[in-house]
């Protein structure tokens, strides 16, 4: 390669490298936006000052908040009559409710939306990958716009293979696309290798998850009740850290908050699932919900907070 040659490709990667640092920063800047929702403006102005643009010019989407702090209960169990996972996903709903909390209810194996949530044509793959938003089914369409209103997305699926259902796989595939539920960052040679060795050192793996993909679903909260016939230990064993599921939704941006795990149902007694593992198994998914009608308590108050300051509102209570 002549030295102009070099020259150029040395720009490039440097060129690349501070668009990159650029889409960090943005991202590390709306997390603190949604950590504190106070400074919220003092953010806003910090990413306008970034001067952010797509690759193709259209107008950057820092990322997509929720519009309401309420919960999207989202079970995935093949079978069509009555299951555990069914069974759980009413407690969670049941706790919802007595919690205070709004929550909304989908069954990803019912009829609506049989045969939705997959990437079964060449239109349904691109609008995957985003090229083609508008020619996602228009089931899709629905779940993207239920994923974006509710902060509190809850799953309530089994373990097949080590693995979610392959309906809450399509899910994943077809609903939480690229432009939708996250972007690609900038990328060269100097950057991946970058990663690579970073990779391997302590504590940086949890940071790359967190910004090694532009997620946009930043202020989602993520809860995980999922069953399995063998031990807890059974995914971990075969190399399974992890489902599709926890990656992909961290990938995205999203805060996995609790995965709670049911194990070993295979050998639990008939008897002992109403007297015993029920209720255990209610108890823990009613301080869950506690702690999203918490959140959620917090998210309203900050919203109120701000949109009082935003009309210029600073009445004081007289004492």
Sequence with gaps: MSDSGMLSSALGELRTLMKAAQRVAALAIVDVGVA?????????????????????????????????????????????????????????????????????????????????????????????????????????????????????????????????????????????????????????????????????????????????????????????TRTQGGPEAGLGIFGHGATSLESSLQFCGARILAVDVLAEVDDIKPEDFDKVVLPRVRRKIASRCLSISKAAADTYSARMLLRREDSGDDTRSET
């Excluded at 709903?93 to 044509?121: D, M």
């Excluded at 899709?140 to 509190?152: I, S, T």
């Excluded at 899910?171 to 960052?185: D, P, Q, Y």
């Design 36 to 224: 504190v929702p106070q400074a919220k403006h003092v953010c806003d102005f910090a990413l306008g000052a970034l001067q952010l643009q797509t690759s193709n010019g259209d107008e950057f989407t820092a990322y997509r908040p929720s519009k309401r702090p309420s919960a999207l209960l989202i079970c995935c169990h093949p079978s069509q009559g009555s299951s555990l996972c069914k069974t759980l996903a009413q407690t969670w709903g049941e706790e919802l409710r007595l919690a205070g909390v709004e929550c909304t209810y989908v069954n990803l194996c019912s009829k609506e939306f049989e045969g939705a949530c997959s990437l079964s044509s060449e239109a349904e793959l691109r609008a995957a990958l985003g090229s083609k938003a508008n020619s996602a089914p228009e089931e899709v369409r629905r779940l993207q716009q239920l994923v974006e209103e509710h902060r509190f997305l809850i799953f309530v699926h089994p373990i097949f293979w080590f693995e979610v259902p392959s309906q809450l796989k399509g899910f994943l595939e077809s609903v939480l696309s690229s432009g939708f539920a996250f972007r690609k960052l900038p990328s060269c040679w100097t950057l991946n290798r970058a990663v690579g060795f970073l990779e391997r050192v302590p504590v940086v793996p949890s940071f790359l998850r967190r910004y090694s993909a532009y997620g946009m679903l930043r202020d989602k909260c993520v809860y995980i």
